[in-house]
């Protein structure tokens, strides 16, 4: 087995939270220069920059996986992960369709813009990403895992926009792949807070929004190669793949 640093909860600058220098050049250069091996593209409500991130990382030895954070009904945090670009635009449509319409306001919330390879603007995205979409978390889950993607609710131990500060529990039937927590949180007082079973993964990811936070938080994944079957099988602890975080 080798050990790959993976963080899986990376803003761009489209996210209206991102810093504008969250570039998908710069988020490939600085992953390499800080020691990651796999990274995760998830704005919020949207996939449209994951493909440019993933294009420009074929140059290099990082790995890209493609997904979004989704703001459920509820307004919980969740990410969502997937294998394939036919999957993800899928996704996409599904975003489109349910994303609560809330016209932008850059001046509050910041700049939505989605680049290309030149670092030139192709759009500035008209509604609020940051809104929820108009289906329950369970909703969301569900559409998640039938395009074989991943699921993990964000930052779980936050005081909002969280499993348990939205729900005040864990759904019973939810499906989840594992559970993120954040930066300053312990796997064992989370765990103990929330009574979470051992049988569930806990992960830590930077939910980067600026370049200075980029690497500095990340989980090891020991797996053969730095593949999506791999990392659903360190997810899962199957085959003697496993995740820990350091």
Known sequence: MKTFRTDLHIHTLLSPCGDLEMSPANIVSLAGQRGLDIIGITDHNTTKQCEL???LAQKTNLTVFSGCEMTSREEVHCLGLFEDF?????FQDYLNQHLTIIPHNAALFGYQ?????????????????GASLDV?????ERKVHELSGIFIPAHIDRPRNSLFSQLGFFPPELKVDALQISKLAEEVTIREKYKISQDITIVKFSDTHFPSDLGKIYTNFEMESPIFSEIKMALAHENGRK????
């Open 113 to 129: 813009v989605l680049i290309d390879e030149d670092e030139n603007i192709l759009e500035e995205l008209e509604n609020y990403l």
């Open 53 to 55: 991130v993933w294009k």
């Open 136 to 140: 329950s978390i369970e909703e969301i």
């Open 243 to 246: 995740v820990q975080v350091p």
């Open 86 to 90: 036919d999957a993800l635009r899928v």
